[in-house]
């Protein structure tokens, strides 16, 4: 490990943490260290991100900053001074007056922070208030202020809303309203953007970066994503279960990293690729294996809330269709219309051109078989009370009519195949890691053998490196098994990886299709554009243009 | 990660280890009082009529470690068989409204829509009867029997089974993993048993703590009301009852069996809260 932010000689830093370690006892007592010997500085108006994936600590260390840790873990060594007072050593009322004042939290999900009962400004202003540190009324001004800083719309009345009447993107940023509002020294921001449609994602990265800047405080940036980083940070600290694997500025770590793990970060973040390959897409003449010709389709009794109108789309043989769009576009409607779970108003589904029923139960088995659904969340789409045996034998009995002896011997075969140890056969879902589940996610959908299978956004909930190892096992099968794939997802970069053509969705329509390298080609689509435009690119002041970009190609939209 | 594969042995050796002291004694005496109710005509010193004296509410003695009661008769023997009626009593009433109840709040939710509804609403409405009055009019009607009172009981606690049970599977109905079922073709018995059931385990097997425990406190009250166990039987309810005066004479006898109940109700929640607990709030296992 290199320490390179030793030769920046800029005064004594605001936070300086020093050989943090925290543990964790489990129910026999034992201790496990999952964080150990962190130290890093942060300097007033400097951002710091702690990078790393899901279980590496970053989310441990942040809270730890705050003097504060998880029910079950503690801190066992190292100091955090903020200023000259170290935080580990205060009492709790103490603490209680730092948190919230001098350093403040913004959490992941806005929408789960926020009380639906309460209007925002009343949320916002409720720390000065209680506290006795600004009167309501200069609260309140400071609060619009700080909504107007963050580019929020109509800053003077948004704040008169309850949570539910503002967008998610929204919220997030009246999160970090409610964070600043008592001028802290240090703003801890945990993933603030990852549960963001990606083109709000810039718009908040932008107003976050500006508040920053501008106020001259000090913050801890957590996130799982490299390419984000370099947009808001000053320095990156790269974590690996808990262990310092890299520390130095922004543009070293991005241009140059020394760690094999930093590397590997590096290939996995969601960038576009270099050139698009234009894989021998299928010709005409090839019979395609499912279209949808014409659907019109919506919720309610009468469908009378159309979520999707007058789509076409074709998949064929062994090529993968990826279906692009933000969230509420339709596009896992469309997948789950295609899958029987709902019908359509006008229109119909056509596997090898015969018309398919509407819905399961009217549909033959075999048809069934044929396509299968791989879901977002492997957590809850694996029955946390079945053994993994019992999981993928189910579909080879009840499709091709296996007898229990010869699906278990099956079902061991597959592990292999997705990679996992066999002996898994004998788990329950919830003992296994969230890649290794979203890989039993698939196998259960190889057990059918289908000819297509869509999947929902099956790496969206992965870490990069997780998620990029899935996509390489989906084309591993491909060329194998020649399957198809109706690959959903909000990740322009990941789709124009795999497939050969893509489908763009915006309100429920089919925007642009065609082969990856010409839907992606300028000129396109004003919304594929601004997909385009919203995904990262490994460069510190790509942030800006992009934002610039971004609101020329969202009036143009609004206009059309 | 945990290394192995769980196992009901290493469950069970799990569940034992995380017994507190508060918790181990209430399931000893759960299991001492299932074993002396399983057992009583091997254990009571006495017959369950048998009158042995003249004597109303005798002090313990070294006879009759627990005295006489109002007609002479020991007091402990007739304990002992009343317990035995008691939770047998209670047992069937316990099974009886868990079949019916979670069968029906299951289907309920496994069908949904109408069917739901109707089943729903059905259930409020014999919900809104006040119990106790419900059961004095079927029975003072009926005519007490053991049939007239497990059957009525049965199907008084069938509707609050059937509101937890249903509560449970739409909970359960919407998850993923029901989804990817159904669009494997699943039909909804096999939807039921392997996909919502084994996951209803648990805090059904707390209910059915809980309502055991009701069902013992509700025979308890009709007995006492004397529409219960009719004479010379008895449970631990008619005990109560028959024993009133001993009061005025300034003798326990009466209390033994409140006490009895008592301590039952109150063993079986504590070890019904430690289940729950358990269940919801696991320690991490993996780190």
Known sequence: MRDTSQNDPAGDPLLKVRGLDVSVRDKKGREFKIVDGISFDVQPGEVIALIGESGSGKTTISLGCMGYTRPGCHITAGSVHLGGTNVLEQSLPRLQELRGKEITYVAQSAAASFNGAMTIDAQVTEIPVITGAMSREEALAKAARLYSDLELPDPENIGKRYPHQVSGGQLQRLMAAMAMISDPRLLILDEPTTALDVTTQIEVLHSFKKLIRDNNTAAIYVTHDLSLVAQVADHILVLKDGQMVEYGPTEQIISDPQHDYTKALMAAAHLMPEEIHAPPAATAEDAPLLQVRNVTAGYGPAQEIIALRDIDLTIHAGETVGVIGESGSGKTTLGRLISGLMGAKQGGVYLDGQQLQHTVSQRSRDELRQIQFAFQMADVALNPRQRLNKILSRPMMFYRGLSQREATKEAARLLERVGLPTDFAWRFPPELSGGQRQRVNLARALAAQPRLIICDEITSALDTIVAQQILDLLEDLQDELGLSYMFITHDIATVSKISERIAVMRHGRIVAQGPVDQVLQPPCHEYTQLLLNSVPEMRTDWLDEAVVERRKLVAALDNA | ?287
Request: net charge negative; with cysteine; aromatic share 12%.
């Open chain 2, 1 to 287: 990660m945990t290394p192995g594969t769980r196992t009901w042995q290493g469950e069970l050796r799990e569940a034992l280890s995380d017994l507190t002291p508060g918790v181990t004694l209430c399931l000893l005496f759960l299991i001492a009082v299932f074993m002396i109710g399983a057992f009583a005509p091997w254990i009571a010193p006495y017959g369950e009529g048998e009158i042995l004296t003249n004597d109303s509410f005798l002090p313990p003695n070294s006879q009759m470690w627990l005295g006489s009661d109002y007609l002479g008769r020991d007091v402990l023997s007739r304990l002992i068989y009343g317990v035995r009626i008691t939770l047998f009593l209670a047992l069937i009433i316990t099974f009886l409204s868990f079949f019916a109840g979670v069968f029906l709040g299951f289907l309920a939710a496994a069908f949904g829509g109408r069917a739901d509804s109707w089943m729903s609403r059905v259930n409020d409405a014999l919900l809104s009867f006040p119990a106790l009055m419900l059961a004095l009019i079927v029975i003072n009607s009926l005519g007490s029997s053991f049939v007239v009172l497990v059957f009525t009981i049965a199907f008084i606690d069938m509707t609050r089974v059937f509101r937890v049970a249903r509560a449970l599977a739409v909970n359960i109905m919407v998850m993923d993993y029901v989804e990817a079922a159904v669009v494997r073709g699943e039909g909804k018995g096999w939807i039921i048993w392997h996909e919502v059931l084994p996951n209803a385990l648990t805090p059904l097997a707390a209910e059915f703590g809980i309502r055991f425990t009701y069902a013992i406190l509700f025979i308890s009250a009709l007995s006492f009301l004397g529409l219960g166990v009719q004479p010379p039987q008895s449970d631990l309810g008619v005990m109560v009852k028959e024993n009133m005066q001993a009061i005025l004479w300034g003798e326990y006898t009466t209390l033994y069996p409140a006490f009895g109940i008592a301590l039952i109700a109150i063993s079986m929640n504590v070890f019904v809260d430690w289940l729950l607990q358990r269940s919801s709030a696991k320690l991490p296992d993996e780190i």
